[in-house]
């Protein structure tokens, strides 16, 4: 079965300063990741998504993604952080198996606080 | 374009009462999923319905049901609540060919049982 860890649960980063969020998964066969973001009182907004090709992937709000399958990793990464991205960010991965009908497998969350 | 919308958006129920929660899904899209995300959780997926059949369930009891109409809305049930059913339950709707690689979220029902 596939599980994804999220390592930090809460991440303070200062404004306009870089911020890696870390996210593990476990598989034992490919899988598609995911990152999305979920703001107070809202649903959730993917980021970006891994399915295949290159490694490096870049999504919405400046943020991007390395997949590492060595390292069985999915980081997030943005450069420069503003006041608008504290929010709780969401690591998640599907086995792909079902065409799409199964559901994702989500992280408990990591908590991304910027302090001006 | 209107995108996913949830009903109601915060709700209270006693144990053991059953809930209707429902759905309406983006424009064009074809699919439901159900989530749901307890406090300081990740959501976790309970079932996606397709042409108003269940195609795929989480690890959830048979007292989560759901239902989809001709018109591609949905409906999750729960019956005999109990206090761990307190929960954000999301909706997100997808396009069967794409599924959940392009889901679209709603809101969200904040479920309370007391």
């Known amino acids: 079965a596939q599980s994804v860890t999220q390592l930090d649960s809460q991440v303070p980063v200062f404004e306009e300063a870089p911020v890696e969020l870390r996210c593990n998964y476990s598989?034992?066969?490919?899988?598609?990741l995911f990152w999305y973001v979920q703001y107070p009182n809202q649903g959730l907004q993917l980021l970006l998504k891994y399915l295949s090709g290159s490694t490096l992937v870049k999504g919405i709000n400046g943020f991007e993604a390395e997949f590492n399958k060595s390292q069985t990793s999915f980081h997030l990464r943005k450069p420069s952080v503003h006041i608008s991205d504290t929010a709780e960010y969401f690591c998640?991965?599907?086995?792909?198996?079902?065409?799409?009908?199964?559901?994702?497998?989500f992280g408990k969350g990591t908590h991304l606080i910027i302090q001006p | 374009d209107a995108g996913v919308t949830q009903s109601p958006t915060h709700l209270i129920k006693t144990r053991g009462q059953q809930v209707t929660l429902r759905c309406s899904p983006k424009s064009g899209h074809d699919t439901v999923s159900w989530y749901q995300q307890a406090l300081g959780q990740g959501p976790q997926f309970i079932f996606q319905?397709?042409?108003?059949?269940?195609?795929q369930r989480g690890n959830f009891p048979d007292r989560f049901s759901g239902h989809q109409f001709p018109n591609y809305s949905s409906e999750l049930n729960v019956n005999a609540l109990w206090l761990g059913d307190s929960a954000l339950y999301l909706c997100?709707?997808?396009?069967?060919?794409?599924?959940?690689?392009?889901?679209?979220f709603g809101s969200g029902t904040r479920l309370t049982v007391v």
């Open positions: 998640a991965v599907s086995e792909g198996s079902g065409g799409g009908a199964d559901g994702l497998t």
């Open positions: 598989s034992s066969v490919s899988v598609y």
């Open positions: 319905y397709y042409e108003e059949e269940e195609r």
């Open positions: 997100a709707s997808s396009l069967v060919v794409t599924g959940h690689y392009g889901y679209t």
